[in-house]
């Protein structure tokens, strides 16, 4: 197979990009008018500006050259097929079939897997429904006010993520808290914060074992019966996993115990019985509409050409920056306090999938693959990483996400402060400010003619630098289960450009690995495990501390 690096649409890229870099964004503007409408696209309710970015028409055209000649909308039919395109596990991808509205059988296997997600669907709505209206007791006959979910990873960044941004949907009825780390400190937090009776504990572990999650589990199992004494506690805890044999093993009734499928990836659960909590936050119906709106994006992934296609064209940006500018990071920068915890939840998605550096062939790649993602909501960030987006030596390509309609109606001049920040944060990336500027506007301010001539260096703004503007009409469940689908599509079509695979971690396996070792020479229990003088050394430090 041709490396990618030696496909001519790559190679026409290489040249483009040299033709593209000294040209300014600025002066497109100021030329064209319609710059807007052509490099902007809406899918649903989603509407995103991708105008202010180093391209023009024939950038497009080479990336959809290039992704023609990888066969991407092949790759994109496998997946949505159930093909074992996560190769390295020998499983599929398949969690766009937990949102697939249609009613389509889907075969994996010989097994009828569409039947077995309407089955855990409709146990997960019969047990909100459950919670909901107050059947659902606790130990001493009291109903379920406070849900705690114990996960880490995807288990824990998609319900809490989801959770939040949809808080406006909530019942009120309930109270949900989050337990991921095995931090002590954190634990007690929430211990601290709620009722024994009252409360019902989900476990989330594909594998229950996940160290941090079951060492919460067991602390609070202890915990439970201090507090309610000999009472049965089966009513208290759930439990989400793929190995059901565990969850019985550590005393969960079997009718307690919601499936999800070893084809489900822990970055896209949050559509699997993973997604509980946010069911039980928002309601059943609510949840269907989170649902409907992933599809909504699958079936415009699926059948829209890559030009108008709306995760192609954000992958591109991303591949375009990364592979031919040297980008090495990219900023999210959400203005809503609703979607605080989307950077979080995008930091898995994004470089957990494609933080990878052998090709399918597991050949070493010759290439950038996913750069670091950070950021945080958006007014903080403009007190916080800003500075180095405008006047930093790096480029760091931002998407800004804003919601367009706002819930509060007796505060309306918030968020037009809040569209007007992002807006002019946007502007300001793109524009810049020139010496020249600097200098009138340090003249307009008093400053001598000396003074200004100094100063100017330090005030311009290079400008040029990209960014997309994810505009939102409402923040609604469809609309963030269309917003979450679009980044996962997204992601997807950078690891097809890449030749990687999006969907194993084993990076993230060694330290766990090691971890029973290390526990093991901190407790002193086996002294015979060797490791590096470092490690040695602080474990005997730490256990000095401990001992005072």
């Known amino acids: 197979m041709t490396k990618i690096t030696e496909l001519t649409p790559w190679i026409s890229l290489v040249a483009h990009q040299k033709e593209i870099a000294s040209h300014s964004m600025r002066d497109w503007f100021n030329r064209d008018s319609k710059r807007f409408e052509r490099f902007s696209l809406r899918v649903g309710d989603i509407l995103v500006d991708y105008s202010r970015n180093r391209i023009d028409e024939n950038t497009i055209n080479l990336f959809i050259e290039l992704g023609l000649a990888l066969d991407l909308e092949a790759k994109i039919k496998s997946l949505f097929a159930g093909d074992a395109i996560n190769f390295t596990e020998k499983q599929p991808a398949l969690h766009p079939a937990l949102r697939d509205l249609s009613n389509k059988s889907l075969t994996l296997n010989g097994q009828n897997i569409s039947t077995e ?105 202890h915990w439970l019966k201090t507090k309610l004494g000999d009472r049965d506690l089966k009513q208290h805890f759930i439990a989400i996993t793929a190995n059901s044999k565990k ?75 990364i592979n031919f500018f040297g980008a090495t990071a990219k900023a999210i920068a959400p203005y809503g306090y609703r979607l605080r915890h989307f950077v979080s939840y995008l930091q898995q998605a994004e470089m957990e999938s494609n933080g990878k550096s052998v090709t399918l062939k597991g050949e070493h790649v010759q290439y950038t693959t996913s750069t670091v993602i950070f950021g945080q909501e958006g007014c903080d960030g403009q007190h916080a990483y800003h500075q180095l987006l405008h006047q930093g030596t790096q480029m760091i390509p931002v998407d800004f996400i804003i919601i367009g309609k706002n819930h509060y109606h007796e505060t309306a001049n918030h968020h037009d402060i809040l569209m007007a920040s992002c807006l002019s944060q946007a502007q300001a990336l793109m524009r810049g400010k020139t010496i020249k500027e600097a200098k009138e506007e340090l003249l307009a301010s008093h400053h001598t003619d000396e003074e200004a001539e100094a100063l100017a260096p330090h005030h311009m703004i290079p400008g040029n630098k990209p960014s997309n503007i994810l505009l939102i009409d409402e923040l609604t469940p469809k609309n963030l289960g269309a917003l979450i689908a679009l980044y996962e599509h997204k992601i997807f079509v950078e690891s097809v450009i890449w030749n990687i695979n999006a969907f194993d971690q084993f990076g993230v396996e060694l330290g766990k690995q090691l971890l029973p070792k290390i526990l093991n020479l901190l407790q002193n229990e086996d002294q015979s495990i060797s490791t590096d003088c470092a490690t040695t050394a602080l474990i005997a430090y730490y256990q000095k501390l401990k001992s005072r």
């Open 117 to 221: 997600i309407a089955t855990v669907k409709n146990n997960i709505a019969f047990f909100v429904d459950k919670i909901l209206s107050g059947e659902w007791k606790g130990s001493t006959g009291k109903a379920i006010q406070t849900i705690v979910n114990l996960g880490i990873g995807g288990s824990y960044l998609g319900p809490l993520m989801t959770t939040e941004a949809l808080a406006d949907f909530s019942h009120g009825n309930l109270h949900s808290y989050f337990l991921s780390g095995v931090d002590d400190a954190y634990l007690h937090d929430v211990l601290n914060q709620i009722d024994p009776e009252t409360t019902l504990f989900i476990i989330s572990s594909k594998s229950f074992s996940t160290i941090e999650t079951l060492t919460n589990a067991k602390s609070i199992r």
């Open 247 to 321: 969850a019985i093993e550590f005393g969960i009734e079997s009718s307690h115990i919601f499936p999800i499928w070893n084809w489900v990836g822990g970055r896209y659960s949050i559509w699997s019985a993973i997604g509980l909590p946010l069911a039980l936050m928002i309601g059943n119906e609510n949840f269907k509409e989170f649902l409907a709106g992933a599809d909504e994006m699958d079936q415009h992934f699926r059948s829209a050409p890559l030009g108008k296609n709306l995760p192609f064209i954000l992958a591109l940006l991303d591949i375009w920056y």
